[in-house]
């Protein structure tokens, strides 16, 4: 899929083509259960990746390394925030949980609905913003078409690498997103890409 999204730009797009030119290949994340998927995005939300790593890491030990929505219930709030989670956060995992269900079985259910429909209902829980939907979207469910005009990466990418003049509106950033359909997914992971060193960034 990356050589298509390349093809696209390529013609579309040749300002973003010059920036991932160099780039290795990237691929789409692989999907992950749904409840999980959710809870390391919760974790995740306002760290640094690595930041982010080590709490998911801690929150997984402190539930046995079974990350459903009973062992959740079960733990209570006190055993995830000692495993690093802020009382917010501890608050939005718990109600994920309480809105999963046993098995998760609420949660698989809306895979089998529209997504925005499935969209609407995520919305609805306690801590699931925009930025959260749109990243279990894209690492949770690996959809191809995703993109995050919120994220603050993808907005300092952007800047940084195709001019955008800084702090815009959202509208803007998603706008000039709309050329890198149906791959907003993969644009997205090219974007946070450049933001890492040359030495690691570039391939020869």
């Given at each position: 899929?990356?050589e298509e999204?390349r093809?696209?730009?390529?013609k579309?797009?040749?300002?973003?083509?010059a920036?991932?030119a160099?780039?290795?290949n990237?691929?789409?994340?692989?999907?992950r259960?749904?409840?999980?998927?959710?809870v390391?995005?919760?974790?995740?939300?306002?760290?640094?990746v690595k930041?982010?790593?080590t709490?998911v890491?801690r929150?997984?030990?402190?539930?046995?390394?079974q990350?459903?929505?009973?062992?959740?219930?079960?733990?209570?709030p006190?055993?995830l925030?000692?495993a690093?989670?802020?009382g917010?956060?501890?608050r939005s995992?718990t109600?994920?949980?309480q809105?999963?269900?046993?098995?998760?079985?609420c949660?698989e259910?809306l895979?089998?609905?529209?997504?925005?429909?499935?969209?609407?209902?995520l919305?609805?829980i306690?801590g699931i913003?925009?930025?959260?939907?749109?990243?279990?979207?894209m690492?949770g469910l690996g959809m191809?078409?995703?993109?995050s005009?919120?994220d603050?990466?993808?907005r300092v990418?952007m800047?940084?690498?195709?001019?955008?003049?800084?702090?815009q509106k959202?509208?803007?950033?998603?706008?000039?997103?709309l050329?890198?359909?149906?791959?907003?997914?993969?644009a997205s992971?090219?974007?946070?890409?450049?933001?890492?060193?040359?030495?690691e960034?570039?391939?020869?």
């Amino acid at each position: 899929m990356d050589e298509e999204f390349r093809a696209l730009v390529q013609k579309e797009d040749p300002q973003m083509h010059a920036v991932i030119a160099r780039h290795p290949n990237l691929h789409l994340p692989s999907p992950r259960p749904p409840f999980d998927a959710l809870v390391r995005i919760v974790g995740a939300q306002q760290l640094s990746v690595k930041a982010a790593a080590t709490v998911v890491s801690r929150v997984e030990a402190a539930l046995d390394g079974q990350v459903t929505p009973q062992q959740v219930l079960d733990a209570g709030p006190d055993v995830l925030r000692r495993a690093g989670l802020s009382g917010a956060k501890s608050r939005s995992v718990t109600a994920i949980a309480q809105f999963a269900g046993t098995d998760a079985v609420c949660l698989e259910r809306l895979l089998e609905t529209p997504w925005v429909d499935a969209r609407a209902s995520l919305l609805k829980i306690r801590g699931i913003g925009p930025w959260s939907v749109d990243m279990y979207a894209m690492f949770g469910l690996g959809m191809a078409d995703v993109f995050s005009s919120g994220d603050l990466g993808l907005r300092v990418a952007m800047e940084t690498h195709l001019n955008l003049t800084p702090k815009q509106k959202p509208a803007v950033y998603d706008q000039r997103a709309l050329s890198w359909r149906p791959y907003r997914t993969l644009a997205s992971l090219h974007l946070w890409h450049s933001l890492k060193p040359a030495s690691e960034r570039f391939v020869d």
